[in-house]
Every structure is written in structure tokens, then in C-alpha cells.
């Protein structure tokens, strides 16, 4: 009898915490196929004399480990993992300002997903696009003033700018097809973004202001999530041209397109260090999602998360 109360007791249990699992939904996949969500940006960087060239600046990112999606912030070894929101709804994706001051990111709290950003250390958090419309993937452009972003208001997702307080929020692409993931060029003259307008998932550039836009990659499968570099030479971007994801780097023109991981795993979401010598990414290769660097000709990759809980979108 008391065997059978502990199977019981036991099969209770299970059910209980399987549940559970199933019911902790995080932030949309930023599925590279059918949504997808890029931005992110380049970040100056506070100076440590003592570090010299080391890169250094702070990584934020995105994670599940607190049983909700939460915006953290982190040293570039990943030492000091500190929680920023708070919120039992969905924060993901974020992006610094280039004065390191300020993140923005993308919240749910309000019951659909709006641009929120906060002070560095997480106080005042703030909806800058009010909107009852998708409004997601927010990058700083250069000069702290704007911020891209990506909102479906006027009927599919399109490439809008606001200035950083969220006055006058403009459509730059009015395309039928998905423009989505937009990110600045160093100099603030161009955005990169991943379009469908070509029947599948393309990296674009177009002028600041929505004119003339370029296609850059040409294959039949996905070609996502792109991030411009530093020096405004490369574009990194996430492909699974070699039958699964990967981070790729190519010319500003298209031009010699390296997969930089080369790995089985999902490698994806990639952001440049301010000093453009590493690159921050997302892999499950261990298993659940975590944040990696790397240098930026793709060698020593390493895992700065290290956290049963999915680890993601990170941006530095
Ligand atoms: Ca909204
Ligand atoms: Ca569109
Ligand atoms: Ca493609
Ligand atoms: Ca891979």
C-alpha cells in the first residue's frame, strides 16, 4: 500500500513538473525562418587601462533562467550575470546606445509587444512606441539619436526609425514582404535588413532614409539576422546554406561570404565587440541555447553562459 502511495506520489510529481516546462513559453524563436529578428548593434566601450587592447564594454543578452524571459547584462568573460527588468511578462532583445548609457529592448508587459528602454543599470523603463501593433527589434543608430525597428501597424512588417524618445516613428520600406532584423552602418548613412521581397530570406542595405535599397546574398535558403562591423567593412549574418545554421561574415557589397562556426549546431544572432576583433553569438551546441564569443576569423569559440536555462540574443 505505501509502495503504491509513493508510485502514486511519484507520478503526481512528474506530471506536475512536466507541466510546468510546458508551460513556460518564452520569447517568440527568433527563428531566422519565419519571423526572424535581428538588429542589434555595435557598441562603444567603457576603457580599462589595465586591459589594453582587450575588448571590453559589457555583453547583454537575453535569458529563461528565472523561469521568464529577462534582459541580463554581463562582463565580456562572462563573469557578473546581473538580472536588468523584471517583469513577469516577456523583455528580449536588446541593444545599447553607443554612449553605453541607455539599453532598448522589446517588452510584452502592455499585451503586445512594444520598444522599451531603460538606463544601463535597469531603472526607468519606458514604451517608446505605444503602439497596439508588433513593434520589435529596436538598434541604436551611431549618434544615440534614432532607433530602427521593426513594427507590422501598417499591415506587414516593415523598417521603421524614431527618434530615441519615440516622437515620429517612419515606415523606410513599404514592401509587401517581410523587412525585418535592420541594423545601422558605423557612419549612420546605411541599414542593413533582412528582406523576403525576393521570395526568401535576403540581407538588403538601403540609405538611412529608405531609399535604394541593394540585395547582398543570393541563395535559395536562409540568409538572416545581419550585423554590421565596426569598421564598417563586414556584415555577419545568419545562413543555413551548409544544411544548418552558421554564422557568416562578407564585404559590405556581398562580396566573400565565410562561414565563421562551421559547427552542427544552431549558430546564430550574431554582434561585433567595439573593437571589431570578436564576435558575440548565440549556439545550442551543449545542449540549450548559450552565448559564445569568438574571434572574429571565427577561431577560439567559447561558452560565456554556461546556464541550464536558454541563453540568448546577445548584443555588445
Ligand atoms: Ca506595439
Ligand atoms: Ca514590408
Ligand atoms: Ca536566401
Ligand atoms: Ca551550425
Redesign the pocket.
Known amino acids: 500500500m505505501n509502495f503504491l502511495k509513493k508510485i502514486i506520489f511519484t507520478i503526481l510529481t512528474i506530471s506536475i513538473l512536466a507541466s510546468t516546462a510546458l508551460t513556460f513559453t518564452g520569447c517568440p524563436p527568433a527563428e531566422v525562418v519565419e519571423e526572424t529578428t535581428s538588429e542589434e548593434e555595435t557598441t562603444p566601450e567603457e576603457t580599462t587601462e589595465e586591459e589594453g587592447a582587450q575588448p571590453t564594454g559589457q555583453i547583454t543578452f537575453t535569458t529563461g533562467r528565472d523561469g521568464k524571459w529577462d534582459i541580463y547584462v554581463m562582463n565580456v568573460d562572462g563573469s557578473e550575470q546581473t538580472r536588468l527588468t523584471d517583469d513577469p511578462e516577456k523583455d528580449c532583445y536588446s541593444d545599447w546606445s553607443p554612449d553605453e548609457k541607455k539599453i532598448t529592448f522589446k517588452s510584452y508587459r502592455d499585451g503586445n509587444w512594444e520598444i522599451y528602454v531603460m538606463n544601463a543599470d535597469g531603472s526607468e523603463q519606458i514604451n517608446l512606441t505605444n503602439n497596439p501593433a508588433y513593434d520589435v527589434t529596436p538598434a541604436w543608430s551611431p549618434d544615440g539619436k534614432k532607433i530602427v525597428f521593426v513594427s507590422d501597424r501598417d499591415g506587414n512588417r516593415e523598417i521603421y526609425v524614431m527618434n530615441a524618445d519615440g516622437s515620429e516613428q517612419i515606415n523606410l520600406t513599404n514592401n509587401p514582404a517581410y523587412d525585418i532584423y535592420p541594423d545601422w552602418s558605423p557612419d549612420g548613412k546605411k541599414i542593413v535588413f533582412e528582406s523576403w521581397r525576393d521570395g ?3 540581407i538588403y542595405i538601403m540609405n538611412a532614409d529608405g531609399s535604394e535599397s541593394t540585395r547582398l ?7 538572416a539576422l545581419p550585423n554590421w562591423s565596426p569598421d564598417g567593412k563586414k556584415i555577419t549574418f545568419t ?1 543555413d546554406r551548409d544544411g544548418d545554421h552558421e554564422i557568416y561574415v562578407m564585404n559590405v557589397d556581398g562580396s566573400e561570404q565565410i562561414n565563421l562556426t562551421n559547427n552542427p549546431a544552431y549558430d546564430r544572432w550574431s554582434d561585433w565587440s567595439p573593437d571589431g576583433k570578436k564576435i558575440v553569438f548565440e549556439s545550442d551546441r551543449d545542449g540549450k541555447f548559450e552565448i559564445y564569443v569568438m574571434n572574429s576569423d571565427g577561431s577560439e569559440q567559447i561558452n560565456l553562459t554556461n546556464n541550464p536555462a536558454d541563453d540568448r540574443y546577445p548584443a555588445w
Open positions: 526568401n530570406e535576403e546574398t543570393d541563395d535559395p535558403l536562409i540568409d545562413s
